[in-house]
């Protein structure tokens, strides 16, 4: 069983940084491949970015160059990093955790988080 709480969202304006962390719970943290995605009202959830076991990472087209994602195994933390945030990124950001190698879709993924809010302000 893995539990993953996210951190690090809140209110900034367009064109600013924020840094999500996700800490995952579970002695198999290390194995899984991590992914954030977003939802916001009305819309289905999207894949943002993923990272494999072994740190290839994968991004939603929107988000290329803009956003990093990277995780921290000695700390089972994976991270966001989101610059020149965009109104468009408004969103619930949920963390979570699959098995396969580089998943990309959100029935890949097992354990979810509950998820942290993304305002950004134009």
């Known amino acids: 069983q893995v539990q993953l709480v996210e951190s690090g969202g809140g209110l900034v304006q367009a064109g600013g940084s924020l840094r999500l962390s996700c800490a995952a719970s579970?002695?198999?943290?290390?194995?899984?491949?991590m992914g954030w995605y977003r939802q916001a009202p009305g819309k289905q959830r999207d894949l943002v970015a993923a990272i494999s076991s072994g740190g290839s990472t994968t991004y939603a087209d929107s988000v290329k160059g803009r956003f990093t994602i990277s995780r921290d195994n000695a700390k089972n933390t994976v991270y966001l990093q989101m610059d020149n945030l965009k109104s468009e990124d408004t969103a619930v950001y949920y963390c979570?955790?699959?098995?396969?190698?580089?998943?990309?879709?959100?029935?890949?993924?097992?354990?979810w988080g509950e998820g942290t809010q993304v305002t950004v302000s134009s």
């Open positions: 979570a955790a699959g098995f396969q190698v580089l998943p990309t879709k959100p029935r890949d993924y097992v354990y």
């Open positions: 579970g002695s198999i943290f290390s194995a899984n491949a």
